[in-house]
């Protein structure tokens, strides 16, 4: 059921209704709709407000942390603003935290590999890479991450260095880890927009390396 | 007592790299959980705090947002900004909707 887009002006119209997708109706999604138009109803939320909202977390995603990495491996005074006050250097890059929650830049080494998890539920630094992977909020990866990360990172195709360390960071609500991953090798002609395009989601959560 | 969402450490099977692109309702449970914290009518401890309180198969059985919506609907219950009669008048109203789930987009 598309014919409610038809009116839409060149390119995507931001305020065109969005088709669901949703063909069955379960009890959680009449939740939502229940809740939402309840607070719609009594002037807590509007339409708008929320509509805004899903606009902002479809803009954000890796990039936003790439662009960020990108910015680290090229000015090493911004790399080290960056380490030290990841919510601070993020907003210096323009990149909008809003939201109360830490966001703290752990840098891999030759000698120190870093992975990002959460046990409790599924914290994440969305601010910079958007919402997770269903995998990161699987029991598998939220179990197994913390007592076996060099058995997971093999899952992902990721074999590190018998004497490199691994460490784990696991997430809390107020604290969210970004992995700065190294520079790959032969990308020395490449400019900030070149190595921000090399740089993916995994590499940033510290399943995979470039 | 380790609670059901506490499973740091826990023998599992290997992870599968699954993902999906989310519908348009979880992000709408997002955009909710989002607006509300930053009106101070929710905040993220009372959503873990919710997602935590299900029984262990619900948890389970659940998905991601549904948990959350289902954290924010006792959440607000709770602080009595909406009540459970109201709610149960609209999911009444939206079970009668002839166009079904379409009925709720904005």
């Given amino acids: 059921m598309m014919d409610n887009i038809s009116h839409s002006h060149e390119g995507p119209d931001p305020h065109a209704p969005r088709p669901d997708h949703d063909d069955t109706l379960t009890h959680h999604k009449r939740l939502e709709i229940a809740v939402r138009e309840l607070l719609i109803e009594k002037g807590i939320l509007t339409a708008d407000e929320i509509r805004e909202a899903v606009e902002r977390m479809d803009a954000r995603g890796p990039h936003l942390g790439a662009k960020l990495v990108a910015k680290a491996w090229v000015d090493p005074a911004f790399k080290a603003r960056l380490l030290e006050n990841g919510s601070a250097a993020a907003e210096e890059a323009g990149v909008q935290m809003d939201q109360p929650t830490r966001l703290i830049v752990v840098e891999n080494t030759p000698q120190v590999h870093n992975l990002v998890v959460c046990t409790l539920c599924s914290c994440y630094p969305r601010m910079v890479l958007g919402i997770p992977p269903d995998w990161y909020k699987s029991r598998a990866y939220r179990s197994r991450a913390v007592h076996e990360p060099r058995a997971v990172l093999a899952e992902f195709g990721t074999q590190l260095a018998d004497e490199a360390t691994v460490r784990v960071h696991d997430s809390t609500a107020d604290m969210r880890y970004l992995v700065l991953p190294m520079r790959p090798k032969g990308t020395e002609g490449l400019d900030e927009a070149g190595l921000a395009a090399l740089v993916t989601r995994d590499s940033m959560i510290g399943v995979t390396t470039l | ?106």
């Fill in chain 2, 1 to 106: 007592m380790r609670g059901v969402h506490d499973m740091g450490g826990l023998q599992a099977g290997p992870v599968e790299r699954v993902e999906h692109d989310y519908q348009l309702w979880e992000k709408r449970v997002d955009a909710l959980m989002v607006l509300l914290s930053r009106k101070r009518r929710f905040t993220v401890d009372e959503l873990r705090k919710g997602i935590e309180s299900l029984p262990g198969d619900a948890y389970d059985r659940l998905t991601y947002y549904e948990r959350w919506i289902s954290s924010i609907t006792s959440a607000l219950i709770h602080r009595g900004t909406i009540t459970i009669d109201e709610l149960r008048a609209k999911l009444a109203d939206i079970e009668r909707r002839p166009d079904g789930p379409k009925a709720g987009t904005p």
